[in-house]
């Protein structure tokens, strides 16, 4: 059995869940079985539409040291399985208790030094074995952006650059607490170039600005809001422009090779659109944190300045595609699998 631990709510976006779906997708391939473990009731919609088995612990997403209690019986009974955590808020001491059932897998954003962790996993794209100089000594280290956990639809996704651009996907993360995807689209409207294209606006499954964005849309002929997508990579393939926040939502877009607008509206996010714009695989906005209105005006801007810039595209597009293949999730399931034989 593999265990997965993650969490998903209005708070904190279905990212964590969504891309441990992947990996558990690519486990099942492989004939192993899959159980989620989450604090609460969060996640639910996410895993039963997925059909995918879960347990919920009964604590909180913010502690979860004190689901422990509850925890440790459960993996005591599974000498031969595999325990990964996708949590910004596990402890080293809740990672070693685990640890002493279980071998134990992690999944890291930020580069966290010496986690006692027999499997560290690190898609982003400024991972780097130079980020752990304080390794744990016997972590393996899975890192870079060929192990982005996609969904299987993005393993052969690639699509060419079409030399007129006239469709722009927006998508601002699964809760879009500031309401992002809503702004963004109102300014673009109004724009003198950006407002003639087509807008498909994607609302995530904690999205609680959807009204907003629905009577953005109301009587406009070129505006989708597009919830509960099952096919993503489709959707992103049908447009010539994407503008995304710096989630894994970013290497999707690799995967499938569409031109990228980014930015960032959260600390973790920084160093991923800083990466993806020193390599030249997309244009970076800036920070909504410090910027503001200044950033949603910029993006505006930049829409028109992609949609006439045929090359800049092109270039872009190409960088992506040679990042990210779409097949991490299998690459991450075959360690997984190897730990618990």
């Not at 699509?159 to 998508?171: D, G, M, P, Y």
């Amino acid at each position: 059995m593999i265990w997965i631990r993650a969490d998903a709510g209005s708070e904190i976006g279905a990212g964590h869940v969504m891309r441990c779906l992947s990996i558990a997708a690519a486990l099942k391939d492989m004939g192993e079985q899959v159980c989620f473990l989450t604090a609460d009731r969060g996640a639910v919609p996410l895993l039963e539409a997925q059909g995918q088995d879960y347990r919920i612990l009964g604590g909180s997403w913010r502690t979860p040291e004190k689901e422990l209690d509850a925890l440790i019986p459960i993996l005591r009974q599974d000498a031969k399985g595999v325990f990964l955590a996708d949590s910004y808020f596990v402890t080293k001491e809740y990672l070693r208790r685990v640890g002493e059932f279980l071998p134990v897998c992690y999944m890291d954003d930020f580069g966290q030094q010496g986690l006692p962790v027999d499997v560290l996993i690190n898609y982003n794209i400024f991972a780097e074995p130079s980020l752990y100089t304080s390794a744990f000594g016997k972590t393996e280290y899975l890192l870079g952006t060929e192990y982005a956990p996609l969904r299987k639809e993005f393993s052969n996704a690639r699509r060419s650059v079409r030399k007129r651009a006239e469709k722009v996907l927006i998508t601002t993360g699964g809760s879009d607490r500031y309401n992002l995807a809503g702004r963004i689209l109102e300014q673009a409207l109004s724009h003198r170039i950006a407002g003639g294209m087509e807008y498909y606006v994607v609302s995530g499954a904690y999205n609680t600005h959807g009204d907003y964005l629905e009577k953005l849309a109301q009587g406009r002929g070129n505006v989708r809001i597009c919830k509960n997508v099952s096919d993503m990579a489709g959707l992103m393939g049908d447009c010539d422009i994407a503008v995304t926040a710096g989630g894994s939502t970013l290497y999707e877009l690799c995967a499938v090779g569409v031109p990228i607008l980014c930015f960032s509206f959260v600390d973790n996010q920084e160093k991923i659109v800083e990466g993806f714009q020193r390599r030249q695989a997309a244009c970076l906005a800036g920070n909504y944190l410090t910027e503001g209105e200044d950033l949603i005006r910029r993006i505006t801007e930049q829409i028109g300045i992609l949609r006439d810039n045929f090359s800049l595209r092109q270039s872009c597009s190409k960088k992506e595609q040679e990042l990210v293949d779409g097949k991490g999730a299998e690459r991450i399931a075959e360690r997984l699998y190897r730990y618990s034989q």
